[in-house]
Antibody
Framework: EVQLVESGGGLVQPGGSLTLSCAGA????????MSWVRQTPGKRLEWVSS????????FYADSVKGRFTVSRDNSKNTLHLQMNSLRAEDTAIYYC????????????????WGQGSLVTVSS | IVLTQSPGTLSLSPGERATLSCRAS???????VAWYQQKLGQAPRLLIY???SRAIGIPDRFSGSGSGTDFTLTISSLEPEDFAMYYC?????????FGTGTKVEV
């Protein structure tokens, strides 16, 4: 059974930083691209970032480009999202999601999702 | 690509047929549309990918169709557990985008 468990969320002040992690189990982690998708307080879903199976390709939404960095440690089956210069509009539940293929552009949907990690940006 | 879902809310009874619409602001390749179900307090769950292929474990009362700019999710006969929020998503072009959502309520 595929399991994705996020950690690292919390309350942070505007301009601050936070790193989310996602531990994967039940599948061969390095064979699949992974994504981060967030859900705003208004329930809108937004794609944030994705990374290919070997970490060679990384992709970002314009709203986070230059502020967020996605990475993975395949030896530890872990996905990370480093978030800097956080803004109030980054407040959301952040979901880690598994893609169906090695390359992100071979299948840009999510066939498994974690339970999410809440990030609140507020002073 | 902006995805607009309609209606915003669909009020139906168990056993009835639900038809959910997803309209794209520009043409999408047929194979690059997915549908998700989300229940309150839970993560989204993949229902349909490639516009019409059911994900593993999804009952056959769920079906997807459409092409170009108009896509549809149909639930042939609503079960009590189907009352939830539904989102479409396109992966034809970056950035990936999701629809505004349709709430199916009793």
């Amino acid at each position: 059974e595929v399991q994705l468990v996020e950690s690292g969320g919390g309350l942070v002040q505007p301009g601050g930083s936070l790193t989310l992690s996602c531990a994967g189990a039940g599948f061969t982690f390095n064979n699949f691209a992974m994504s981060w998708v967030r859900q705003t307080p208004g329930k809108r879903l937004e794609w944030v970032s994705s990374i290919d199976g070997n970490g060679g390709g990384t992709f970002y939404a314009d709203s986070v480009k230059g502020r967020f960095t996605v990475s993975r440690d395949n030896s530890k089956n872990t996905l990370h999202l480093q978030m800097n210069s956080l803004r109030a509009e980054d407040t959301a539940i952040y979901y880690c999601a598994k893609c169906p293929a090695y390359f992100f552009f071979s299948g840009g949907y999510a066939n498994h999702w974690g339970q999410g990690s809440l990030v609140t940006v507020s002073s | 690509i902006v995805l607009t879902q309609s209606p915003g809310t669909l009020s139906l009874s168990p056993g009835e047929r639900a038809t959910l619409s997803c309209r794209a602001s520009q043409r999408i390749s047929t194979t690059y549309v997915a549908w998700y179900q989300q229940k309150l307090g839970q993560a989204p769950r993949l229902l349909i990918y490639g516009a019409s292929s059911r994900a593993i474990g999804i009952p056959d009362r769920f079906s997807g169709s459409g092409s170009g700019t108009d896509f549809t999710l149909t639930i042939s006969s609503l079960e009590p557990e189907d009352f939830a929020m539904y989102y479409c998503q396109q992966y034809h072009a970056s950035p990936l985008t999701f629809g505004t959502g349709t709430k199916v309520e009793v």
